[in-house]
């Protein structure tokens, strides 16, 4: 019997186990309540309440705005509507960068607040005093290597990263030390899949692949792009599996015809 089929509620350890059993692990986005309930009953693995709200939530640009307060009320709604997935929640950006102990306090008041089941935070050696400061307090936490979109002003480009021997050795490296440091997973954006296979074979906690090939442990897209909701965002690694905007559109312009036909309330439908 497989992992995933007989767990009634995924834990860091469980994603060990699966790694070891070579069984890929599937995560997904969420960031309500409504969509939560559908995605934890889909037996999903992870959930993550991504800083990627700042874009599909909000409208922003860039990943940056969102605050610690707009992640907790996100990653709140999530965990009351989950049993059995586990409940992963970004640090945002300018709360963990600083120093380990506003990491800390940062990850403490998602922890408390939201009752979730652990951190992600961005980036390799920099960030590697805040993850065993984290852990000390029995946080799990996953680590985010590649494209870090909380980097993008110093980059000014979300294209393929590591493509080169240098970038390459560091990621690698970067991943070695986040697995030293404690992290329990670690996600791979946007890098050749070469490379995403050869970091998860030479490390033993899971590798979670977005745009890093098959040779990842588990694979995670964000809900609203692979629904098909948000339609501005197709890079090539992106697989839609519904068109939801086509067909929101066609049932809000079916009620709006409704409403003016008079057609809506009919006879059954009112008191
Ligand atoms: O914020 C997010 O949705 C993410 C995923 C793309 C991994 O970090």
Redesign the pocket.
Known sequence: MSIHSRVRKVTTHVLHEMKLKGEKIAML?AYDYSLARIIDQSGVDII?V????SNVMAGHET?LPITLDNMIYHAASVVRATSRSLVVV?LPFGTYQGNSREALASSIRIMKETGASAV?MEGGVEIIESVERILSAGIPVMG?LGLT?QAIHKFGTYVVRATDNDEADKLIDDAQKLEEAGCFAI?L?KIPAKLGEKVSKVLRIPT?G?GAGGGTDGQ?L?LHDMLGITQEFSPRFLRRYHNLNDEILGAVKSYIEDVRSMDFPNEKEQY
């Not at 991504?50 to 709200?53: F, H, Y």
């Open positions: 986005t993550l991504g800083d990627s709200a990943t970004d992600k985010h979109p996600v954006e979670i977005i995670v964000v």
